[in-house]
């Protein structure tokens, strides 16, 4: 199960912290990841962590500007969400799986199962 929060509206140049709450032992996979699906648009990879925090990947379009983080006690990662966009608004999930490279970053999801996300919107 996975239960997204932290959305909301924010200012262009603003922040917003997300937070993901997943299910501990549900997932077998490399890492967790935050995606993102803009109105009229398919849902894309932002950013993702691995379970130890060791490492992360971004998208383009969010690093420097986006940190992933997870605290895995707690069974949460987050997305810090700094110098803002109207272009990132759009609905935030959260998945597990494995991150892959082909011209740009994506994940390669375990399960095809999403929780009801956290809308974003950014006004310019």
């Known amino acids: 199960q996975l239960i997204e929060s932290g959305g909301g509206l924010a200012q262009a140049g603003g922040s917003l912290t997300l937070s993901c709450q997943y299910s501990?032992?549900?997932?077998?996979?490399?890492?967790m990841g935050w995606f993102r699906q803009a109105p009229g648009k398919e849902r894309e990879f932002v950013a993702a962590v691995r379970w130890n925090g060791a490492k992360s990947w971004y998208s383009d379009s969010v690093k420097g500007r986006f940190t992933i983080s997870i605290d895995d006690a707690k069974n949460t990662v987050y997305l810090r969400m700094d110098k803002l966009k109207p272009e990132d608004t759009a609905v935030y999930y959260c998945n597990a799986g494995w991150p892959q490279y082909s011209t740009k970053w994506y994940m390669q999801i375990e399960h095809n199962d999403w929780g009801q996300g956290t809308q974003v919107t950014v006004s310019s």
């Open positions: 501990s032992g549900t997932f077998r996979s490399f890492a």
